[in-house]
């Protein structure tokens, strides 16, 4: 007969063994290796850039690493950039497509077609409309990495990027890119691009900030399927009991963007050449091109005090004289409000140092009093 | 006659204990098997590796022939068992404990189960006590459920570990009955107990555990037989010693111990000189003489290491 | 074996003792609910809760969703972990092992047992919301709302209420297994139950911990809310499988670890 504990430990034995093999499972999943393809930086590039037909449907995460010191009415924008952002996605083309974003007990849906864009929350039980504009807040569909690999890659220079090898992402053989912009003034180390070889679809996007370790955003697909997705599914009609809105955001940005009065821009400032977006307002002055961009507007004075008292509660602002500065990760912000003349606000992706160099280039106002 | 409990070199150690140490034991058919032993002697460990709750650390157990515990599945339906108390869910009525250990294991008609628990229920007394729960039942009631508990399958052997606990004189005494009555209808009993009497009354065969080693294991017939010597209760014990000098192998108050084997011929010499005899048998050892003679202190007796 | 079992929990008033606190909880809610009229904040509360207010036939959800975090697991646990523990403590396990009731059949039995129970709880929590959801609330039982926007016809809402019902129920395995586990090493039920609240109380804690973040996918309770997937249109299948996986590796893992322990141990009790 076989004592005690000769009987239980082949048992316990066995527990181990299978309990090792789960646990090691994962790490030997991701340990396969991906075989990497000698692909030109350059074509790679052409690649993403092709890819905005292509058609999929997938399931992204984006993590935001960047606490921006906004007011009250753009938490939405700050949460895309502050916290995990779980979305799913199908894709027909760039004005047919769905965007969910997943919360634990609801969703929200943006649900786009050629006119414009639905919105549903569930719980607030509303659908609200907006029609299609050239320019708009930054939505969940702008942090899939499919469309922001697109949109940063599509002004970056050849001369600014590198292949940096191939991981699996999704299930996927990704082949990496990374742009160093080249701007002294970016705030931006470098963006790694993963893309997908067999679709050209950028499958992870990491932008690493200038002075961190942590991603400023990190968006990656988690699933992604390369089939077409459902017309019914992209389509929406809002539900019988659902309150209905028209959305007035974006244009009250924009309103106000236009109520601007403006004003003889510099063509370049930091280093960085004016450059035009279409829909932006005329008032707000636009720098810079890729993942280094520099937006400057003047301000209402009532509205810079506010402002300004905001910023400097900021344990990080750094408060000389009349101006006002802060960085979040690599965006910068910086309001300039001398008594004399009438207040600017500088934002974008470029350093502290830069923002101050802009701001001694802008042009002089006398304050009308 | 074959063998129905046979163990070789049986032991159970908890670290550094040695709660059983080495048994053979060797209970036959047929017998009404005593074993005897001080608290914490052993006795309830060895009746739990008997019936595969502990595992041996060395040694071998055959029961009704087969090995155990590997063969318990085959072998336990043909044992009955109270192990130490008897227990059941109190929520339940008794008949419902009966069916519902009936049916988790091997060995228990469905079809006749129903019949099966009627009956057990009478043998051990409880025929009538309906659908009370067992939370309210005495601890004599409790007791006697277990044992039905045990006759349930009508067993070969039944290991039963101080089955009379709890019980009043007429419980026990019936319950004797009962054993004696399995037991002449072919039924081995292996009795566990501390009660010498108890062991005395019923046994035919002994075994005493001292401090996890067996120290004894005998038929009790022989363990009683005479010694040799006759017993003599007199009021003149100062007589005895005068008539039959040399042979008086003790005297103790007006008992009086001589030796030679034959109680009519001490007699014969005692009333040819007169002297009176109020009593007079041949000496047998009583079963506690043996066992006190064989166990050396009680086992819960924790004394100074030296 | 299975039967036993299954007869033993059920005729025991403790189990619908357990069931029925189970359910207070979500009436209570119902009754706020109705009185004040004052459905929780977008983001905040359980799933399904503000929902109840136009569609009375979803508090079956509501209820599964306010008891799913505690009530739920506290109750699988309390049982679990009295399935073999308790057993040793009233002392009957020692006479079913020797009757004999073989030891991994014993176990088995057990977690079917549970199981069982997962079910029954499970279900009648979902009776008993879609009856006060319906009398108490403004009903719509011909159809519902997909958490997406879309309609969803009654049939289709029927069944995923089913599938999250059952979905639910295999939430609890986890638990159920690490009770179960717990219960196979200590003659205490009370000290299992607690064991297993432990893990749970660990994963959920761990679960809102950014540090934990690596590990957060393994943790018991990680995938438990994905029920609400379910009525995501199209479904969501992504966290269900992955929640379903991650139990029944929970289930085998600590089940082969129980069988290990207690097909090997002396049982003293």
Same mark, same amino acid.
């Given at each position: 007969?076989?004592?005690?504990?000769?009987a239980?430990?082949?048992?316990?034995?066995?527990?181990?063994? &299978?309990?090792?093999v789960?646990?090691?499972?994962?790490?030997?999943?991701?340990?396969?290796?991906?075989?990497?393809?000698? &692909?030109?930086?350059?074509?790679?590039?052409?690649?993403?850039?092709?890819?905005?037909?292509?058609?999929?449907?997938?399931?992204?995460?984006?993590a935001?690493?960047?606490?921006?010191?906004?007011?009250?009415q753009?938490?939405?924008?700050?949460?895309?950039?502050?916290d995990?952002? @779980?979305?799913?996605?199908?894709?027909?083309?760039? *004005?047919? +497509?769905? &965007?969910?974003?997943?919360?634990?007990?609801? @969703?929200?849906?943006? +649900?786009?077609?050629?006119?414009?864009?639905?919105?549903?929350?569930?719980?607030?039980?509303?659908?609200?409309?907006?029609?299609?504009?050239?320019?708009?807040?930054?939505?969940?569909?702008?942090?899939?990495?499919?469309?922001?690999?697109?949109?940063?890659?599509?002004e970056?220079?050849d001369?600014?990027?590198?292949?940096?090898?191939?991981?699996?992402?999704?299930?996927? *053989?990704?082949?990496?890119?990374?742009a160093?912009?080249?701007?002294?003034?970016?705030?931006?180390? #470098?963006? *790694?691009?993963?893309? *997908?070889?067999?679709?050209?679809?950028? &499958?992870?996007?990491?932008?690493?900030?200038?002075?961190?370790?942590?991603?400023?955003?990190?968006?990656?697909?988690?699933?992604? @399927?390369?089939?077409?997705?459902?017309?019914?599914?992209?389509?929406?009609?809002?539900?019988?009991d659902?309150?209905?809105r028209?959305?007035?955001?974006?244009?009250?940005?924009?309103?106000?963007?236009?109520?601007?009065?403006?004003?003889?821009?510099?063509?370049?400032?930091?280093?960085?050449?004016?450059?035009?977006?279409?829909?932006?307002?005329?008032?707000?002055?636009?720098?810079?091109?890729?993942a280094?961009?520099?937006?400057?507007?003047?301000?209402?004075?009532?509205?810079?005090?506010?402002?300004?008292?905001?910023?400097? #509660?900021?344990?990080?602002?750094?408060v @000389?004289?009349?101006?006002?500065?802060?960085?979040?990760?690599?965006?910068?912000?910086?309001?300039?409000?001398?008594?004399?003349?009438?207040?600017?606000?500088?934002?974008?992706?470029?350093?502290?140092?830069?923002?101050?160099e802009?701001?001694? #280039?802008?042009?002089?106002?006398?304050? #009308?009093? | 006659?074959?063998? %129905?409990?046979?163990?070789?070199?049986?032991?159970?150690?908890?670290?550094?204990?040695?709660?059983?140490?080495?048994?053979?034991?060797?209970?036959?058919?047929?017998?009404?098997?005593?074993?005897?032993?001080?608290?914490? $002697?052993?006795?309830?460990?060895?009746?739990?590796?008997?019936?595969?709750?502990?595992?041996p650390?060395?040694?071998?157990?055959?029961?009704?022939?087969?090995?155990?515990?590997?063969?318990?599945?085959?072998?336990?339906?043909?044992?009955?068992?109270?192990?130490?108390?008897?227990?059941a869910?109190?929520?339940? $009525?008794?008949?419902?404990?009966?069916?519902?250990?009936?049916?988790?294991?091997?060995?228990?008609?469905?079809?006749?189960?129903?019949r099966?628990?009627?009956?057990?229920?009478?043998?051990?007394?409880?025929?009538?006590?309906?659908?009370? =729960?067992?939370?309210?039942?005495?601890?004599?009631?409790?007791?006697?459920?277990?044992?039905?508990?045990?006759?349930?399958?009508?067993?070969?052997?039944l290991?039963?570990?101080?089955?009379?606990?709890?019980?009043?004189?007429?419980?026990?005494?019936?319950?004797?009955?009962?054993?004696l009555?399995?037991?002449?209808?072919g039924?081995? %009993?292996?009795?566990?107990s501390?009660?010498l009497?108890?062991?005395?009354?019923?046994?035919?065969?002994?075994?005493?555990?001292?401090?996890?080693?067996?120290?004894l294991?005998?038929?009790?017939?022989?363990?009683?037989? =005479?010694?040799?010597?006759?017993?003599?209760?007199?009021?003149?014990?100062?007589?005895?010693?005068?008539?039959?000098?040399?042979?008086?192998?003790?005297?103790d108050?007006?008992?009086?111990?001589?030796?030679?084997?034959?109680?009519?011929?001490?007699?014969?010499?005692?009333?040819?000189?007169?002297? =009176?005899?109020?009593?007079?048998?041949?000496?047998?050892?009583?079963?506690?003489? %043996?066992?006190?003679?064989?166990?050396a202190?009680?086992?819960?007796?924790?004394?100074?290491?030296? | 074996?299975?039967?036993?079992?299954?007869?033993?929990?059920?005729?025991?008033?403790?189990?619908?003792?357990?069931?029925?606190?189970?359910?207070?909880?979500?009436?209570?809610v119902?009754?706020?609910?109705?009185?004040?009229?004052?459905?929780?904040?977008?983001?905040?509360?359980?799933?399904?809760?503000?929902?109840?207010?136009?569609?009375?036939?979803?508090?079956?959800?509501?209820?599964?969703?306010?008891?799913?975090?505690?009530?739920?697991?506290?109750?699988?646990?309390?049982?679990?972990?009295d399935?073999?523990?308790?057993?040793?403590?009233?002392?009957?396990?020692?006479?079913?092992?020797?009757?004999?009731?073989?030891?991994?059949?014993?176990?088995?039995?057990?977690?079917?047992?549970?199981?069982? !129970?997962?079910?029954?709880?499970?279900?009648?929590?979902?009776?008993v919301?879609?009856?006060?959801?319906?009398?108490?609330?403004?009903?719509?039982?011909?159809?519902?709302?997909?958490?997406?926007?879309?309609?969803?016809?009654?049939?289709?809402l029927?069944?995923?209420?089913?599938?999250?019902?059952?979905?639910?129920?295999?939430?609890?395995?986890?638990?159920?297994?690490?009770?179960?586990?717990?219960?196979?090493?200590?003659?205490?039920?009370?000290?299992?139950?607690?064991?297993?609240?432990?893990?749970?109380?660990?994963?959920?804690?761990?679960?809102?911990?950014?540090?934990?973040?690596?590990?957060?996918?393994?943790?018991?309770?990680?995938?438990?809310?994905?029920?609400?997937?379910? !009525?995501?249109?199209?479904?969501?299948?992504?966290?269900?499988?992955?929640?379903l996986?991650?139990?029944?590796?929970?289930?085998?893992?600590?089940?082969?670890?129980?069988?290990?322990?207690?097909?090997?141990?002396?049982?003293?009790?």
């Open positions: 007969m076989a004592s005690r504990a000769r239980a430990a082949p048992r316990w034995a066995v527990v181990g063994v &299978v309990v090792a789960l646990a090691a499972l994962p790490a030997i999943v991701a340990a396969l290796p991906v075989a990497d393809d000698p &692909v030109p930086a350059a074509e790679l590039r052409a690649a993403v850039l092709a890819s905005a037909d292509v058609q999929f449907s997938g399931y992204a995460e984006s935001g690493g960047l606490a921006l010191p906004v007011t009250d753009l938490d939405a924008v700050a949460d895309l950039f502050s995990r952002t @779980e979305m799913r996605v199908w894709w027909r083309g760039p *004005d047919d +497509h769905r &965007v969910d974003v997943i919360t634990p007990a609801g @969703e929200t849906g943006i +649900h786009r077609d050629a006119r414009g864009t639905w919105t549903w929350e569930y719980e607030r039980a509303t659908a609200t409309r907006a029609a299609a504009t050239p320019l708009a807040l930054p939505a969940p569909p702008d942090l899939l990495p499919a469309t922001l690999g697109r949109r940063l890659l599509s970056t220079a001369a600014e990027l590198a292949r940096i090898g191939a991981r699996r992402i999704a299930g996927r *053989d990704a082949l990496g890119l990374r160093t912009p080249a701007e002294p003034a970016s705030a931006v180390r #470098q963006v *790694d691009v993963w893309v *997908d070889r067999a679709s050209g679809l950028t &499958v992870q996007v990491v932008v690493l900030g200038e002075t961190s370790e942590v991603p400023a955003l990190d968006t990656r697909f988690l699933d992604l @399927e390369l089939a077409v997705p459902d017309a019914a599914t992209t389509a929406f009609a809002p539900p019988a659902a309150r209905l028209t959305a007035e955001e974006t244009e009250i940005v924009l309103e106000a963007g236009r109520r601007l009065v403006p004003v003889p821009f510099p063509p370049t400032v930091a280093g960085l050449p004016r450059r035009t977006l279409e829909g932006a307002p005329p008032g707000i002055g636009l720098y810079g091109r890729g280094t961009l520099l937006a400057v507007a003047p301000v209402p004075r009532r509205l810079a005090e506010g402002l300004g008292r905001t910023l400097a #509660q900021s344990p990080d602002a750094v @000389e004289g009349t101006s006002t500065r802060i960085a979040a990760g690599p965006v910068g912000l910086m309001l300039v409000d001398p008594r004399d003349a009438e207040p600017y606000l500088l934002t974008g992706t470029v350093t502290l140092d830069a923002l101050v802009a701001a001694a #280039q802008l042009p002089v106002t006398r304050a #009308q009093r | 006659m074959s063998t %129905v409990i046979a163990t070789r070199g049986l032991a159970k150690q908890y670290g550094r204990v040695h709660a059983v140490d080495g048994i053979d034991l060797d209970v036959r058919a047929g017998d009404v098997y005593g074993f005897l032993g001080a608290n914490g $002697s052993g006795k309830t460990t060895t009746v739990r590796m008997l019936l595969g709750l502990v595992l650390t060395r040694g071998e157990i055959d029961l009704l022939g087969e090995r155990m515990p590997r063969a318990g599945r085959r072998v336990l339906p043909r044992v009955g068992a109270l192990i130490e108390s008897p227990a869910y109190g929520h339940l $009525s008794g008949r419902e404990n009966l069916a519902l250990l009936d049916a988790a294991g091997p060995g228990g008609g469905r079809r006749d189960r129903r099966r628990i009627t009956e057990v229920l009478d043998q051990v007394g409880l025929g009538g006590v309906g659908r009370r =729960p067992v939370k309210a039942y005495s601890l004599g009631m409790r007791q006697r459920l277990g044992l039905a508990g045990a006759l349930l399958r009508r067993p070969e052997l290991v039963l570990d101080e089955p009379t606990n709890g019980l009043d004189p007429q419980g026990i005494s019936e319950i004797r009955e009962l054993l009555d399995l037991h002449r209808g039924t081995t %009993v292996f009795l566990s501390h009660l009497a108890e062991v005395e009354q019923l046994c035919s065969r002994v075994g005493v555990l001292d401090r996890g080693r067996l120290v294991q005998d038929d009790l017939a022989a363990l009683t037989a =005479p010694t040799g010597a006759t017993v003599v209760r007199t009021p003149e014990p100062g007589q005895v010693r005068a008539v039959l000098d040399g042979r008086v192998a003790a005297v108050g007006e008992r009086v111990v001589v030796r030679g084997g034959d109680p009519a011929e001490v007699n014969a010499l005692l009333v040819r000189a007169g002297v =009176p005899v109020t009593g007079l048998a041949a000496d047998r050892p009583t079963l506690e003489e %043996v066992v006190l003679a064989a166990a202190t009680s086992a819960d007796r924790v004394e100074r290491e030296r | 074996m299975i039967a036993v079992e299954l007869r033993k929990l059920f005729r025991r008033p403790r189990t619908w003792a357990i069931i029925a606190v189970l359910n207070a909880l979500p009436v209570l119902a009754v706020l609910l109705v009185l004040t009229d004052l459905a929780p904040r977008p983001g905040e509360g359980p799933p399904f809760l503000s929902a109840v207010l136009t569609n009375g036939a979803l508090y079956p959800l509501a209820a599964l969703a306010i008891v799913l975090p505690l009530f739920l697991p506290i109750a699988v646990a309390v049982v679990a972990g399935s073999v523990a308790g057993e040793a403590q009233a002392g009957t396990l020692r006479y079913l092992l020797a009757r004999p009731a073989g030891r991994t059949r014993l176990l088995v039995a057990k977690l079917v047992a549970v199981l069982a !129970f997962v079910l029954v709880t499970v279900v009648v929590v979902a009776a919301g879609y009856l006060v959801g319906t009398t108490l609330f403004e009903a719509r039982p011909g159809a519902g709302t997909s958490v997406s926007g879309t309609s969803l016809t009654a049939e289709e029927a069944v995923r209420t089913v599938l999250a019902v059952g979905y639910v129920g295999v939430s609890m395995l986890g638990v159920a297994a690490f009770a179960l586990f717990f219960s196979t090493l200590t003659d205490s039920p009370l000290g299992a139950t607690m064991g297993a609240l432990a893990v749970l109380v660990t994963s959920s804690l761990l679960f809102t911990l950014d540090a934990a973040s690596p590990i957060a996918p393994y943790l018991p309770t990680r995938y438990w809310l994905a029920f609400v997937d379910l !009525f995501r249109d199209p479904i969501l299948w992504r966290d269900i499988t992955r929640g996986a991650l139990q029944a590796v929970y289930v085998g893992v600590l089940l082969a670890a129980a069988w290990a322990n207690f097909t090997t141990k002396d049982v003293t009790s």
